[in-house]
């Protein structure tokens, strides 16, 4: 089992920044793929970026160049770097945990991932 919590959510002006964190217990990540989702209100969830073993990473095209994810194992934490945000990355963030065989696998399914966390709130005001 893997627990999940994540953090740094906000309200935040359009061109600003946020860092989000999701804090694992129960198992070490450096095995996981870790994702990141979003959800608007109407929408359905979407995939946001994945890391695989701490290294390998994919971005959903709307997010390339402005988000970053990354990990700190000794902290068994994942980070989703936000910048240059939009009134339209306004959503529920929520982090999401995958055991995987190597890390050329990078899910970006909702429906691929085990574990969940309870979601961060992200407003970008324009």
């Known amino acids: 089992q893997v627990q999940l919590v994540e953090s740094g959510g906000g309200l935040v002006q359009a061109g600003g920044s946020l860092r989000l964190s999701c804090a694992a217990s129960g198992r070490t990540i450096s095995t996981y793929a870790m994702g990141w989702f979003r959800q608007a209100p109407g929408k359905e969830r979407e995939f946001v970026a994945v890391i695989s073993w701490g290294t390998n990473t994919y971005y959903a095209d709307s997010v390339k160049g402005r988000f970053t994810i990354s990990t700190d194992n000794a902290k068994n934490t994942v980070y989703l770097q936000m910048n240059s945000l939009k009134p339209e990355d306004t959503a529920v963030y929520y982090c999401?945990?995958?055991?995987?065989?190597?890390?050329?696998?990078?899910?970006?399914?909702?429906?691929?991932?085990?574990?969940w966390g309870q979601g961060t709130q992200v407003t970008v005001s324009s």
């Open positions: 999401a945990a995958k055991g995987v065989y190597d890390s050329s696998r990078l899910p970006a399914t909702f429906r691929a991932y085990d574990y």
